[in-house]
């Protein structure tokens, strides 16, 4: 076993877990941090997207060895904190035009899309339809056209 520390959601954490270990787990079955959703385990569903170091990726795919010391971590719960609100924009979006159904893959979903959101207002320009093609969070109940909604609605908020 080996001590791992991380920022998560804000706040410095530390774990001591083997090196192999990936993050997913070490989210969901050490710290108790449940919204990243166990999909697939390989990096192809993206049911458990979340932010590392202000973008997106897949804790199932990255061996908790990786993450380094000051490296932040952010899921779903911290997400509104990164605003200074109860809910971020985009979770707001969701509600408003009522995506989830077993909302399972919604978490996901989300951190995709806040992602997508910073890389194209870092790149000067507004969210496309192009842009949200590259969203490949899998929507098991198929409300993809909601999930394109809410994300315009959303960017427009943030």
């Known amino acids: 076993m080996s001590k791992h520390t991380f920022v998560l959601n804000g706040k410095p954490v530390t774990v001591d877990v083997d090196d192999n270990v990936r993050l997913l787990w070490v989210l969901r079955d050490v710290l108790g941090v449940r919204g990243p959703k166990y999909g697939c385990g390989i990096n192809v569903c993206k049911a458990c997207t979340s932010h590392y170091n202000g973008k997106a990726f ?3 795919a ?24 109860d809910l971020h924009p985009m979770q707001e979006a969701w509600l408003t035009h009522d995506v989830a159904q077993c909302g399972y893959c919604q978490p996901g979903q989300i951190m ?7 890389q194209v207002r870092a790149e000067g320009r507004e969210i496309s339809d192009a842009d949200l093609d590259e969203i490949r969070n899998v929507c098991r109940c ?3 056209s909601r999930i394109r909604e809410a994300i315009k609605a959303g960017a427009a908020k943030m």
Do not use: H, S
């Open 112 to 118: 995709a899309a806040v992602a997508k959101v910073k």
């Open 142 to 144: 198929g409300t993809y």
């Open 58 to 60: 897949n804790p199932c």
């Open 62 to 85: 990255v061996r908790v060895a990786d993450v380094k010391a000051g490296d932040e971590i952010t899921t779903i719960e911290g997400l509104p904190g990164t605003v200074g609100a």
